[in-house]
């Protein structure tokens, strides 16, 4: 399967790029998550919203 130019992914699993502007109070908290957690800040933040995402509206805070 051929990669994607634009995030180096194999075809049927394309993904978009996107950017967020956060204070650096929120960004070294979640640069320290990443590092707890062994992984990226893209990483924990793609976990974050799956999670979020994945949980039932009545139960969002």
Known sequence: ???S?????KSGKSKKNTSLRLD???LN???N???EGGG???NTIKILVNEYLETP?????
């Open 1 to 3: 399967m051929s990669k």
């Open 5 to 9: 130019k634009e995030t180096g992914e």
């Open 24 to 26: 650096g109070k929120t």
């Open 29 to 31: 908290s979640l640069k």
């Open 33 to 35: 998550l990443a590092i």
């Open 40 to 42: 990226s800040v893209q």
């Open 57 to 61: 509206k009545e139960g969002r805070s």
